[in-house]
């Protein structure tokens, strides 16, 4: 594991990694436990780390020898770390989804998943069968007394914070209809007006595309209110995985695709193998004025974005009369098609991130873009106190090599003024995950002093690691072996303790 501060792009080229090391993490989670400690191998924990680490992701990847035709099609697991007093426990739980149970009970998959996972008996089984599958797989966060798993094209499921029982699905006091599609993508207002807020979305599509922005209270006894709702409409097929927030803006990139829904109907592909990018296609910026802005009450700005498609963004800002957001683009959407393994794929063949810039004037409804670094990245974060506001600096996960795509083995810290950054790798036998970012305080003068928590996948022991580096230079204060393998996974949050 090294650390290297570089502020140039130049190549490695010795293989970083062998293919069967990232595959061997593609595994069922066999356990869930209850308060099980992670053993320290390296350093110390920090005893001011205090909370609990909540991450998702598929857990389930195999039933009856059959394995899910792409991981994002494994049924949600949530692990609950908890740091306290310089211990580290972890307690593990699927989240009980009425089609998780139905399929424990037949040991074997009952439904499609969107991205190409069959039922057994080919293409006639799976024809016509159109029900969705909530698997409550991509993200988890807390709001109030309830716990979230989110899955975008369906209602939350709400799970209780400690013990991560399931309790059902949520419809937030009210504010969702049953199954309303719900974002897996909450971006947290850290408080531009004064108060905490979450704002997220939902989103209908079709030839044309309903999007739904709420916003709920989250902090005080309000918490989970719904403070603000408004629906609009707009042309074309939209895929918004991810938005991002200004004090002003709720920000949209509609990817210019297409959706051929045929093979999907014919059992022949899921949805989500039937998005193609749409040919001479034109991608665009929605800008959703906020309630609490100065726009407020006013019609969307749709404006012409750069080409290339989008997962997720990293940040936006505002300055004077524009809007900066900055976001991972992908030359072309990322499909495995139908008679390919995912565990066998070939990184090369594959489009890989790249973190740009993209500069909104809401005067002449224009925009620009700019590459801020080439090397592959996923998973970027900001300290989540600067969310919609300008920040210094970003931590992301990258692939080793600095040019050119493949898996995940390193955290970056980028200073995004000086054009700086530092790295940390785990290549060549470990590959890393979602990185976030704890703030040792909050409003502090600095805005890099904290923590970055990662979990590892360790090919060489095909185990899952703890890593906590310093997030300031990223060496490493400790290194904790999980009790459990857990798969390549989706996202997370943190939790602060202030008991
Ligand atoms: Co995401």
Not at 32 to 54: A, S
Not at 72 to 94: L, Q, R, S
Request: glycine share 8%; aromatic share 10%.
């Amino acid at each position: 594991m090294t650390v290297t501060e570089t502020t140039n792009t130049s190549k490695r080229s010795i293989p970083s990694f062998n293919r069967e090391d990232w595959a061997s993490a593609y595994c069922n989670v066999e356990k869930e436990l209850k308060d099980i400690p992670l053993k320290i191998i390296k350093g110390q924990v920090p005893k001011d780390l205090k909370g609990t680490f909540y991450r998702n992701g598929p857990g389930r990847l195999e039933r009856g020898g059959r394995w899910v035709h792409h991981p994002f099609d494994g049924d949600g697991m949530i692990a609950a770390i908890k740091f306290k007093n310089g211990n580290v426990k972890i307690t593990n739980k699927y989240v009980r989804t009425e089609g998780w149970i139905a399929e424990e009970k037949a040991k074997k998959f009952l439904y499609r998943g969107v991205f190409g996972t069959q039922k057994p008996g080919g293409a006639i089984a799976n024809a016509f069968d159109i029900r969705l599958k909530n698997i409550a797989n991509t993200h988890v966060v807390k709001l109030g007394n309830e716990l979230l798993a989110l899955w975008e094209a369906s209602s939350p499921y709400a799970l209780e914070p400690t013990t991560l029982e399931t309790i059902g699905i949520s419809n937030l006091n009210g504010a969702l209809k049953p199954g309303e599609a719900f974002s897996a993508h909450p971006r947290f207002d850290p408080g531009h007006y004064g108060q905490k807020r979450m704002v997220t979305f939902g989103v209908k599509t079709g030839p044309k595309s309903t999007l739904r922005l709420m916003e709920f209270s989250a902090e005080g006894n309000h918490t989970g209110k719904l403070l603000s709702d408004r629906k609009d409409q707009f042309n074309g097929f939209a895929f918004l995985h991810d938005f991002a927030i200004t004090p002003n803006w709720a920000i949209f990139m509609q990817n210019a695709i297409n959706f051929n829904p045929i093979p999907f109907l014919l059992g022949q592909k899921g949805a989500g193998q039937c998005l193609k990018s749409k040919k001479g296609g034109q991608a665009k910026f929605w800008l959703i004025p906020r309630d609490s802005g100065c726009y407020a009450g006013e019609a969307p700005r749709i404006i012409n974005a750069p080409d290339g498609f989008v997962f997720h963004h990293l940040n936006a800002w505002e300055e004077s009369k524009k809007v900066t957001i900055e976001s991972i683009f992908y030359q072309d959407f990322p499909s495995i098609e139908p008679d390919e393994d995912f565990r066998q794929i070939n990184f090369e063949l594959l489009p890989e991130g790249i973190l740009k810039r993209s500069c909104i004037d809401i005067e002449s409804n224009t925009s620009s873009v700019k590459i801020i670094s080439n090397q592959c990245c996923e998973f970027a974060t900001v300290n989540p106190d600067y969310e919609g506001i300008k920040a210094k600096y970003a931590w992301m996960a990258v692939s080793d090599k600095k040019e050119g795509n493949g898996p995940l083995q390193a955290i970056k810290k980028i200073d995004l003024i000086n054009n700086t950054e530092c790295i940390w790798s785990t290549a060549p036998r470990g590959f890393v995950s979602e990185p976030l970012f704890i703030a040792k305080k909050h409003n502090s003068a600095s805005e890099d002093q904290g923590w970055i928590i990662v979990l590892i996948w360790d090919g060489k022991r095909k185990g899952t690691n703890l890593i906590i580096l310093n997030s300031e230079n990223l060496t490493e204060e400790a290194i904790l072996e999980l009790p459990i393998k857990i798969p390549h996974g989706l996202h997370g949050s943190w939790v602060e303790d202030i008991s």
